[in-house]
C-alpha cells in the first residue's frame, strides 16, 4: 500500500510540479550532498596513511611533491617501468617531477590538455583561464595530446592500446583537470584499462562537485574499489591504488 502511494505522488509531482519552487536552491543542495559525503568519507579514511597532514590551516601547492615522493618511495618506481598518462599538464611541474625521477628507458609520460585554458567555468576561474604553452621537453620518452579530452582520448586508446595493455607497466593516472566533466570522462574511458596497483593521483580532490564527485560516482557506478595512499593540503591533493 505504501508503494502504490509513493508511486501514485510521484506521477502526480511530474504532473503539479510544484518542487520547482525550490529550484533555486538546487546547487546548494547538491554541493551540500556531496560536501557531506567527502567530510563522512574523510574522517573515514585519514587514518594508515602514508602521508597525511590533516588538519593544516594553509594550503601549500609543495607539498604536492612530498606526495609524488611518498608514493614512489613506497613503490619503489625510481626505476621500474611506468606509463604515466597526466591530464591537465599545465605548465608541465608535475609531469617534469615524474619525468625527472623515473630513469627506465621503456617508460612512457603522455601529457593530454587543451593548453588554450579551461574549456567552462571552475570555481572563481573563467573560461580560458589557465592557459600554458605545450611544455619544452626533450625527454624522447615523452609527448602530448593537444585538445579537450573528449576529443584525444579515445582518439589516443584506439591506437596505442599496446601502452594501455602493457602487464609490465604499472600506470600512473595523474588528475588534474580541475573539472567533473573532464575528470568523469577521463575515469569512464581508462577504467576497462586500470589493474590492481595501478595508481590515480587528484590534484583538486577535496573539491566537492568537481574531482570529488566524480571520484564518488565513479567508485559507486563502476564498482572500483580505490585505496587512498597519501593527501596533502587535507586532501586537496590525494593519491590512491587500485585494489
Known sequence: MLLRIKKFLKDLLLFVPVTLIVSPLNRMMIFLVFYNRMILWIYKNKKDLLLCDFYSPLRDYEKRYS?????????????????????????????????????????????????????ENWGG???????????????TRACFFKGLFQETLNHFILNRQTELTDNSSKKIIHLDADLYSSTAFV??????YLKKGDLILFDEFSVPLHEFRAFDEFTRNFYVKLKPLASVNNFYQTAFEVV
Open 67 to 119: 606526495l609524488y615522493q611518498t608514493i614512489l618511495n613506497h613503490h619503489q618506481l625510481n626505476e621500474k617501468k611506468i606509463i604515466y598518462l597526466e591530464f591537465g599538464v599545465a605548465s608541465g611541474k608535475s609531469f617534469s617531477w615524474w619525468l625527472l625521477n623515473n630513469s627506465n628507458p621503456f617508460s612512457l609520460f603522455r601529457g593530454f590538455d587543451t593548453f588554450e585554458g579551461l574549456p
Open 125 to 139: 576561474y573563467e573560461k580560458g583561464a589557465m592557459a600554458f604553452d605545450l611544455p619544452e621537453i626533450k625527454d
Open 187 to 192: 575515469l569512464s574511458q581508462l577504467y576497462p
